[in-house]
């Protein structure tokens, strides 16, 4: 599976944005799908997940309330909506697949390459 991020950018405190992660490869509903953020100078840390049928759904304590993660099958492409961000919500975003979404573990079969979301005060 590939994975390609996009969707990022500059926005106010207080303001929107929707990432978009499209994969490659047929077996796209086989796969939960996650993202992550990496702050400068941070590790990387998760930030919402979902699992191949949509049942199941995690976040971050940190975005609770403020981002939503989807997906749609059928073009293969996850989302996540983040709405009321927050300077603290900087950093490079990445999306990845599992097979199996497990709570808590960082430890994704695929990465895909991150997109920039810069929130200014």
């Known amino acids: 599976v590939q994975l390609q991020a996009f969707g990022g950018g500059l926005v106010l405190a207080g303001g929107s944005l929707r990432l978009s992660c499209a994969a490659s490869g047929r077996t796209f509903n086989r796969y939960g799908m996650g993202w992550f953020r990496q702050a400068p100078g941070l590790g990387r840390e998760f930030v919402a997940a979902?699992?191949?049928?949509?049942?199941?759904?995690y976040y971050a304590d940190s975005v609770k309330g403020r981002f939503t993660i989807s997906r749609d099958n059928a073009k293969n492409t996850v989302y996540l909506q983040m709405n009321s961000l927050k300077p603290e919500d900087t950093a490079v975003y990445h999306c990845a697949a599992r097979q199996i979404v497990v709570a808590g573990t960082m430890n994704w079969d695929f990465w895909g390459q991150g997109t920039q979301v810069t929130v200014s005060s």
């Open positions: 979902i699992s191949s049928s949509a049942k199941d759904i």
